[in-house]
């Protein structure tokens, strides 16, 4: 019964955050929820595409390799945030409330249907391993087996980072690509398409750096701590900038 907990948190974390942060604390609409879903949705698909196309072309872009994760990183800062900026740009309701609450309600959106996607491959890891084992070949047999080797609580922990630490991430790239737009000047978009490429580079090859377990750990401690800060400092740039735009102040 504990096995299923962590599918909980990554299928079910994103609507207790939206319920408990986004509504409850923060007062914002369940609109920004729903329409960051939907942005990070599209955005996968055409991730998935260009990655899966691209690999099909050379065998020195397979999984794991630099130039692979390239292709992944460049085309998450590209289609991610362009999907950011045209949902705060195209849909009424985000156009009407461009401030930090509804930055945080999106971006909970966004990374809640990352949450889901990520929860739904490791699920359907497990039951490819347990039932159709013959269907996958022995490279990805053998990396389905070490997601099964990994325990009850490290496969909880691994969740809760995701849903917490993806929110932090994704905050800070939503307020950028927001700021994009209430400061009508598109250098915040380009910005924020490098930032992410250069956070997935990094995440994507730090075991090229070190293998060790504790390194991995001081990469999140880091984003812990400088995000938070980042995303502080954000949320006040927004506040006075939209405070000066409504005549505020």
Same mark, same amino acid.
């Given at each position: 019964m504990l096995d299923i907990l962590p599918y909980i948190v990554y299928f079910l974390g994103p609507f207790f955050l939206v319920f408990l942060l986004g509504r409850k604390l923060l007062k914002a609409t369940y609109s920004a929820f729903a329409i960051g879903l939907?942005?990070?949705?599209?955005?996968?698909?055409?991730i998935l595409l260009a990655t899966q196309?691209?690999?099909?072309?050379?065998?020195?872009l397979r999984e794991g390799t630099i130039?692979?994760?390239?292709? *992944?990183?460049?085309?998450a800062g590209l289609f991610e945030e362009s999907s950011r900026f045209f949902a705060f740009r195209v849909f009424k309701k985000l156009r009407e409330e461009r401030n930090w609450r509804t930055g945080i309600m999106y971006a909970i959106g966004h990374s809640g249907m990352e949450s889901i996607i990520v929860g739904g491959g490791l699920l359907l890891t497990v039951l490819m391993v347990k039932y159709a084992p013959e269907n996958l070949s022995p490279?990805?047999?053998?990396?389905?087996?070490?997601?099964?080797?990994?325990?009850?609580?490290q496969s909880l922990y691994n969740s809760f980072e995701r849903l917490l630490v993806g929110l932090l991430i994704h905050?800070?790239?939503?307020?950028?690509?927001?700021?994009?737009? *209430?400061?009508?000047?598109r250098r915040y978009l380009l910005f924020a398409m490098l930032w992410?490429?250069?956070?997935?580079?990094?995440?994507?090859n730090f075991h090229h750096i070190s293998e060790h377990w504790m390194?991995?750990?001081?990469?999140?401690?880091?984003?812990?701590?400088?995000?938070?800060? *980042?995303l502080f400092?954000?949320?006040?740039?927004?506040?006075?900038?939209?405070?000066?735009?409504?005549?505020?102040?």
């Open positions: 939907l942005a990070f949705f599209m955005a996968w698909v055409c196309i691209t690999a099909s072309l050379s065998d020195s130039l692979y994760s390239l292709i *992944i990183a460049s085309s490279e990805l047999l053998s990396r389905s087996k070490a997601v099964l080797e990994l325990g009850f609580w905050g800070c790239f939503t307020f950028v690509v927001l700021l994009s737009l *209430i400061k009508s000047q992410h490429f250069g956070h997935d580079m990094v995440g994507q390194a991995e750990k001081l990469w999140i401690v880091f984003i812990v701590v400088v995000y938070t800060w *980042i400092r954000l949320k006040k740039t927004i506040t006075n900038r939209t405070s000066e735009n409504n005549g505020v102040g």
